[in-house]
C-alpha cells in the first residue's frame, strides 16, 4: 500500500504486505531526514535517518529514499506487522536555523491482521 | 540510558494558575527542545536550547516561559493559558552538532479549563 500528501491520510494494509508512506518537505537547503513513529499516548520515536548526500538508507525492515530534485522523501516498510500501526512523520533539519527539527504533517499506518 | 523523562504525564489547570513542565535527560545532550503537539497533528517547535542558552523561540506567546537550569534538565513555566492551549507537550534532545536525531520524551498531556 502507498499514502501519498501532508494531510494526515491513513494507509491500511494487510498484516504481511509491505507498506510505503510518502513526504514531500519543504525547505531545499534542509540537509538531514528523519521518520519517526508515533504511537497513541507516546513520545516520537525514532526510526530512520538519511543525510542529503544519500538518496537511499537500509535499516531493519525499513528503507528511506531520498529525492531532492523533487523535495521527496519516502518510508518503506516491509513485511508490515501489528506492531507497525502507528502515526509516521517525517521531519526535516533546517540547516540555516540552527537545530531547527521541522515536522511533516504524518500519516497514519493500520495494519489489518 | 536514551531516555527523556517528562513530569507530569497529565496536568489539568484553570486559566488563573501557574504550573510548570519539566524534562530531564542523563544522555549528555546539551540541545534541549519544547514541542506543542495538538490531536492529530505534528509536533510544532516552540523553543530550542544549546549549551543553556535559548537559540530559537518560534514566536512563542509570553505566557509560556521555558527555563534551562542545566545540562540535565528543561522546564516550561505556564501562566494564564487559554483553553486552546490544551495540547501535549513533548520535550526532546540532542547533541548540538548538526545531522543528530532528536529524542523524545513521553509527553505531559495538558488540558486548561
Known amino acids: 500500500g502507498e499514502s501519498v500528501g501532508l494531510h494526515l491520510p491513513t494507509l491500511s494494509v494487510q498484516e504481511g504486505d509491505n507498506s510505503i508512506i510518502n513526504c514531500a518537505y519543504s525547505?531545499?537547503?534542509?540537509?538531514?531526514f528523519i521518520w519517526y513513529k508515533q504511537e497513541s499516548g507516546k513520545g516520537p520515536q525514532f526510526i530512520i535517518d538519511i543525510r542529503s548526500n544519500m538518496d537511499k538508507r537500509q535499516g531493519q525492515r525499513v528503507t528511506v529514499l531520498l529525492n531532492k530534485t523533487v523535495k521527496h522523501l519516502s518510508l518503506q516498510i516491509a513485511a508490515t506487522q501489528p506492531g507497525d500501526s502507528a502515526v509516521y512523520f517525517c521531519a526535516e533539519n533546517m540547516r540555516e536555523y540552527g537545530n531547527k527539527l521541522v515536522f511533516g504533517a504524518g500519516t497514519i499506518l493500520r495494519v489489518k491482521s | 540510558d536514551t531516555e527523556v523523562t517528562q513530569t507530569p504525564k497529565h496536568l489539568v489547570m484553570g486559566m488563573t494558575n501557574k504550573k510548570s513542565l519539566k524534562c530531564e535527560q542523563h544522555?549528555?545532550?546539551?540541545?534541549m527542545y519544547w514541542y506543542k503537539q495538538k490531536a492529530k497533528k505534528p509536533p510544532e517547535l516552540m523553543f530550542v536550547?544549546?549549551?543553556?542558552?535559548?537559540?530559537i523561540n518560534e514566536s512563542v506567546p509570553s505566557r509560556f516561559s521555558p527555563e534551562c537550569p542545566n545540562s540535565s534538565l528543561l522546564n516550561l513555566h505556564l501562566h494564564a493559558l487559554q483553553p486552546e492551549d490544551s495540547a501535549l507537550y513533548l520535550c526532546?534532545?540532542?547533541?548540538?552538532?548538526?545531522?543528530?536525531?532528536?529524542?523524545f520524551g513521553q509527553g505531559t498531556r495538558l488540558t486548561v479549563v
Open positions: 525547505n531545499s537547503a534542509s540537509d538531514y
Open positions: 544522555m549528555g545532550h546539551r540541545a
Open positions: 526532546a534532545s540532542s547533541q548540538v552538532r548538526m545531522n543528530t536525531e532528536a529524542f
Open positions: 536550547y544549546s549549551y543553556e542558552k535559548l537559540s
